[in-house]
């Protein structure tokens, strides 16, 4: 990375892996782009993070002063979904969550919606 910044955290939300939205994107496909082709801390999949697991999950694996893109739902969704879970670690939903809607999107589509993402908080992707 060329900037100061930091690179982002990235959190793929699966909803169960059963979520219909998924259908047309290879989830292993994307998150290894993501992960091998853009400048992340970290790429993981996540089944549910909407579920106690995974408050616990965000409480224990987020850091204070990191963003995080979390790729998934609807945008209103996360920020409410999160907001306990970013509080308990010293971020806020609305200045440190990249949320991201991947839904109904193939592999290259939601890829893109990554990387513009990126490109529009700053980094140089």
């Avoid at 965000?58 to 990191?66: F, K, V, Y």
């Avoid at 806020?92 to 890829?111: K, S, Y």
């Amino acid at each position: 990375m060329t900037n100061d910044k930091k690179d982002p955290a990235f959190l793929f939300c699966v909803c169960t892996g059963k979520c219909p939205g998924f259908a047309t994107m290879d989830m292993w496909d994307f998150i290894n782009r993501v992960r091998m082709e853009l400048p992340v801390k970290y790429g993981v999949i996540h089944p549910q993070l909407c579920e106690d697991d995974g408050d616990r999950y965000l409480e224990n694996t987020l850091n204070a002063g990191e963003k995080v893109i979390i790729a998934g739902c609807a945008p209103a969704m996360q920020y409410k979904l999160f907001r306990d879970a970013f509080e308990k670690v010293g971020l806020n939903t609305q200045e440190d969550l990249i949320p991201l809607d991947v839904r109904d999107m193939t592999t290259d589509e939601a890829f893109e919606k990554v990387m513009n993402a990126m490109k529009e908080n700053g980094y140089d992707v």
